[in-house]
């Protein structure tokens, strides 16, 4: 079948609001001369959970990392964040109260937990708020021990990372991004690393996660969550988004011949 040029065709699940979330227009973004992003449009309604699928250098962490502006795109950007647009027209110069924002109301999680190794897993989730003064130390304590009940960690808390598994330290991570209260959670193959018996802890968290109505950006190679807990799934080849619709359409009924080969490798 030949394909067709892709019209926009933006998932509206049930559960998510009109209200939008966050925003990206035409977002480009270039390494050297090799051009990563290709003018991303992407909207996202409060409370939709985004699965993002394709090949390995296809641009899924680059364009994760412009949304909380690791990386400076080159044109473009336009984070809308809960109805509030942060940064102006030049992504190259937002401004540091923009940055601050996006970092305090973005929460991302790596495939590389980057805990601080010389710290508990109750000083991890407590740092940030703590330099934020989000509260009396007490007050965080209490927070950060309930992030922790929360991903199954409250018999953990005193333990440094080094004595924690992998999956048990992706969960720190997670509540440490949850800390800060953020709007929207990027998550970047947080399962890759994981040993394949502690995979599915850390997809629970993050199903309750969405269960509980947080937005979400997944990058991930588990279809299996794509289908069941995410509400949209898209396809990115490229650098571009190549297909956009529900896990149905996506996973089960592909319009695109490089979707479904893609998909034909990895399902
Ligand atoms: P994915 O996450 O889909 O595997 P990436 O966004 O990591 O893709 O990478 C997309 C392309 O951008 C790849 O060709 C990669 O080599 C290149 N790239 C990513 N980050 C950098 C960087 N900091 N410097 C140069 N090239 C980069
Ligand atoms: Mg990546």
Same mark, same amino acid.
Request: net charge negative.
């Given at each position: 079948m030949k394909d067709t040029c892709m019209t926009a065709n933006p998932a509206t699940p049930a559960r998510a609001h009109d209200r939008p979330m966050l925003e990206l227009v035409n977002l480009r973004k270039s390494f050297g001369n090799k051009t +990563? =992003?290709?003018g991303v449009d992407l909207k996202v309604p409060a409370g939709q959970v985004v699965s993002i699928i394709g090949a390995s250098g296809s641009g899924k962490s680059t364009l994760l990392r412009c949304v909380n502006h690791l990386e400076t795109p080159d044109a473009g950007s336009a984070v809308l964040i809960d109805g509030q647009r942060i940064g102006g027209p030049d992504p190259a110069r937002v401004s540091r109260r923009d940055l601050r924002r996006r970092r305090v109301e973005i929460g991302m999680v790596f495939q590389h937990f980057n805990l601080f190794p010389n710290m508990t897993a109750l000083e991890n989730v407590m740092e940030a708020p703590l330099a934020h003064r989000r509260g009396t130390r007490a007050e965080i304590r209490d927070m950060a021990a309930g992030l922790l009940d929360r991903v199954g960690l409250a018999d953990r808390m005193d333990h440094h990372p080094g004595k924690l598994s992998g999956g048990q330290q992706q969960r720190v991570a997670i509540a440490r991004a949850l800390a800060m209260t953020p709007k929207l959670m990027l998550f970047d193959? +947080?399962?890759?690393? =994981?040993?394949p018996e502690l995979v599915d802890d850390v997809l629970q968290v993050m199903r309750q996660l969405a269960e509980e109505g947080m937005t979400m950006l997944v990058v991930t190679h588990e279809m299996a969550f794509a289908e069941d807990v995410g509400d949209r799934v898209i396809f990115m080849a490229d650098g571009a988004i190549h297909e956009d619709g529900t896990p149905a359409e996506v996973l089960r009924n592909p319009q695109q011949a490089r979707t479904r080969s893609f998909l034909g490798r990895a399902m």
């Open positions: +990563v =992003l290709h193959e +947080v399962t890759s690393a =994981l040993d």
